[in-house]
Nanobody, 123 residues
Framework: VQLVESGGGLVQAGGSLRLSCTVS????????VAWLRQAPGKEREFVAA????????SYTVAMKGRLNASRDMPKNQMNLQMGLLKPEDTAIYYC?????????????????WGQGTQVTVHS
């Protein structure tokens, strides 16, 4: 499985960013695609995920109302639009894939990971 991430970067507080993750080498549709993040000195945490089989979406409560996840089926790509960004959203954001047997919003459900992309929000 290969995960190619794009997006991220430096943005002022209140601004927006769009992350994209293209998945290849994953057969069928019984899997989740997710974005998770890890801030310096903190544990990795769930941000958003899509159940690729039925299209259901889950968001972290910490960023609810500021996220919009979508998928592009022909490209096998998950997109995550993040708005009203805050300095505390600064982290490395990782795309990940996991089997649908796991919970959509659990970090431990994911076993294939991208390299990560840095998101920095300055005040």
């Amino acid at each position: 499985v290969q995960l190619v991430e794009s997006g991220g970067g430096l943005v002022q507080a209140g601004g927006s960013l769009r992350l994209s993750c293209t998945v290849s080498g994953q057969s069928g549709s019984n899997y989740h695609v997710a974005w998770l993040r890890q801030a310096p000195g903190k544990e990795r945490e769930f941000v958003a995920a899509i159940n690729w089989r039925d299209g259901s979406i889950s968001y972290t409560v910490a960023m609810k109302g500021r996220l919009n996840a979508s998928r592009d089926m022909p490209k096998n790509q998950m997109n995550l639009q993040m708005g009203l960004l805050k300095p505390e959203d600064t982290a490395i954001y990782y795309c990940a894939v996991g089997d649908t047997g796991g919970l959509l919003d659990s970090v431990t459900s994911y076993d294939e990971w991208g390299q990560g992309t840095q998101v920095t929000v300055h005040s």
